[in-house]
């Protein structure tokens, strides 16, 4: 299947700072791309939308202000955690889908554990 | 609004055990339905794919079938490996919602030696 790779795979910051975490599609171009949030023992929540060009659609009870989204490029799409405290702490992950039609098919990708101190 | 429920929560069977992970969902109205698996602390691997016009999915030891008209999903596991240990999502895409993906809470299965 298709590849989605993202990075870092594990940060752990300050509270306070900002984090990033990309997520590239590294054999096929993807207009769109999901990011979800999952914490322990708990199922993924979707965050936001991201569309390549234009302005992400997040989620209700997401504050777009603090998860800034960037899709800049067909191939990648990132989430910048702003002024992170210890309760944004979780599993963050990204999921995207070939452009141009195909079965529909997402694919996901590693994942990026946050830790905030 | 599509709501997912998996039933069970949790199983744990001896290896060689034939499986059967339940997925039920709301809303009909979907496009496809994908099954996952996630092992502890990673990402998720997509199992299979079944588009809303088909019935089943099949990929080794693993059948998916997909009764869209009365929202369930089934994922068949045959012959059962330590291997397949994992938290097993379901996840229906809603047709008009740009791809988004509805998951349940997850089987997680562990297999037996």
């Known amino acids: 299947g298709a590849v989605v790779s993202q990075h870092p795979s594990w940060v752990i910051c300050k509270s306070g700072t900002s984090v990033k975490i990309e997520c590239r599609s590294l054999?096929?171009?993807?207009?769109?791309m999901f990011w979800y949030r999952q914490f322990p023992k708990q199922s993924l929540m979707l965050m936001a939308t991201?569309?390549?060009?234009?302005?992400?659609?997040?989620e209700q009870g997401v504050e777009k202000d603090k998860f800034l989204i960037n899709h800049a490029s067909l191939t990648l799409s990132t989430l910048t955690v702003t002024s992170a405290h210890p309760e944004d702490s979780s599993f963050y992950i990204c999921?995207?889908?070939?452009?141009?039609?195909?079965?529909?098919?997402?694919?996901f990708g590693e994942g990026s554990r946050l830790t905030v101190l | 609004k599509q709501e997912v429920t998996q039933i069970p929560a949790a199983l744990s069977v001896p290896e060689g055990e034939n499986l059967v992970l339940n997925c039920s969902f709301t809303?009909?109205?979907?496009?496809?339905l994908q099954w996952f698996r996630q092992d502890p602390g990673k990402g998720l691997t997509s199992l299979l794919l079944?588009?809303?016009?088909?019935r089943e999915q099949t990929s080794g030891r693993l059948n998916a079938s997909l009764d869209k008209s009365s929202g369930r999903s089934t994922l068949y596991i045959a012959a059962s490996q330590p291997g397949d240990s994992a938290t097993y999502l379901c996840?229906?895409?809603?047709?008009?919602?740009?791809?988004?993906?509805?998951f349940g809470q997850g089987t997680e299965l562990s297999v037996k030696p």
């Open positions: 809303d009909s109205a979907i496009y496809n």
């Open positions: 996840a229906p895409r809603p047709y008009n919602q740009g791809g988004k993906l509805i």
């Open positions: 079944i588009q809303s016009s088909q």
């Open positions: 991201s569309n390549e060009g234009s302005k992400a659609t997040y």
């Open positions: 054999d096929f171009q993807a207009t769109t």
């Open positions: 999921s995207a889908s070939p452009s141009g039609g195909g079965t529909g098919e997402l694919f």
